[in-house]
């Protein structure tokens, strides 16, 4: 009931920056917290960067410095900033999210990942 729309992945030079968005749309009535976790190939899903309705972010120890998340809860967007990129940060990345419905039931999405590829 609730779909996430990733954008902004792709194919970036070592040193590079990108900027993912992820907007969510359906039958909303609040979304507590949207953040972005990662895959690498072989290795466990991980958080990256969340960020509350209230503004508080959270952020993996190896992207601290070099990345900002932020949202616009008007647009039920979240973004991720992502600079000075490094070939381990290569991995797939998910949006999530997590709420309550309009019949105020509890909802928890993912997004169907995007690509980021980071070349030495």
């Known amino acids: 009931q609730v779909q996430l729309a990733e954008s902004g992945g792709g194919l970036v030079q070592a040193g590079g920056s990108l900027r993912l968005s992820c907007a969510a749309s359906?039958?909303?009535?609040?979304?507590?917290?949207m953040g972005w976790y990662r895959q690498a190939p072989g290795k466990q899903r991980e958080l990256v960067a969340a960020?509350?309705?209230?503004?508080?972010?959270n952020y993996a120890e190896s992207v601290k410095g070099r990345s900002t998340v932020s949202r616009d809860i008007a647009k039920n967007t979240v973004y991720l900033q992502m600079n000075n990129l490094k070939p381990e940060d290569t991995a797939v990345y998910y949006c999530n999210a997590n709420g309550l419905l309009r019949n105020l039931m509890r909802f928890g999405s993912w997004g169907q990942g995007t690509q980021v590829t980071v070349s030495s």
């Open positions: 960020v509350t309705s209230e503004g508080n972010a």
């Open positions: 359906g039958s909303i009535f609040r979304i507590n917290a």
